[in-house]
């Protein structure tokens, strides 16, 4: 059968460094509890009553709800290494800079596009359109001629006739 033996770590014996407190020593001590300033802004809060309680209030909670994106994001700023903050901060400028390059060039080939139709394409559509309404009105004319011709055959072709004969 097999025995278990517990063995400890040479590692969890040995006395930890740090600092050394005495028994009076209060400087470590943080209060997690509220303030008196929260205590006096509500006066029905059971911090009131135990100021230096280990529980936090509803006090607290909602203070922590008033803390802004902003904030949170400016608290970030002690989280990454300075050095990782200047490479970020280098390489969104960079990003930056050249969104802003595009978006500028973008415009001003918009500009350059959108003048040159104005400047060449209004005056070939004026253009076009006065030569499809000069065709329509040839069409037009034929066509009166053509219903002329039907209404009165002896003339239309008379006249014809003696502009095709040859002057003897």
């Known amino acids: 059968m097999v025995q278990l033996k517990e063995v400890e770590d040479e590692l969890f014996t040995q006395e930890q460094p740090g600092p050394i407190l005495d028994d009076n020593d209060d400087d470590y001590y943080t209060d997690t509890g509220t303030s008196l300033l929260l205590g006096l802004l509500s006066l029905h809060s059971p911090a009131n009553l135990f100021p230096d309680s280990e529980i936090s209030s509803d006090d607290e909670a909602d203070l922590s709800l008033e803390e802004t994106l902003a904030d949170r994001l400016t608290a970030l700023r002690d989280v990454i290494p ?3 903050r200047a490479a970020l901060t280098s390489s969104l400028s960079t990003a930056a ?4 390059s595009g978006l500028s060039w973008s415009g001003s080939a918009l500009f350059v596009i959108s003048t040159s139709v104005l400047l060449f394409g209004v005056p070939f559509a004026l253009a076009n359109l006065d030569e499809m309404e000069h065709m329509e009105r040839e069409r037009e ?4 001629q053509g ?7 002896g003339v239309g072709s008379a006249l014809t006739q003696q502009q095709a004969k040859p002057a003897v």
Do not use: G, H, I, N
């Open 147 to 153: 219903a002329t011709d039907v209404l009165t055959p």
């Open 141 to 144: 004319e034929k066509m009166r």
């Open 97 to 100: 800079s050249w969104m802003k």
């Open 82 to 84: 300075p050095k990782q």
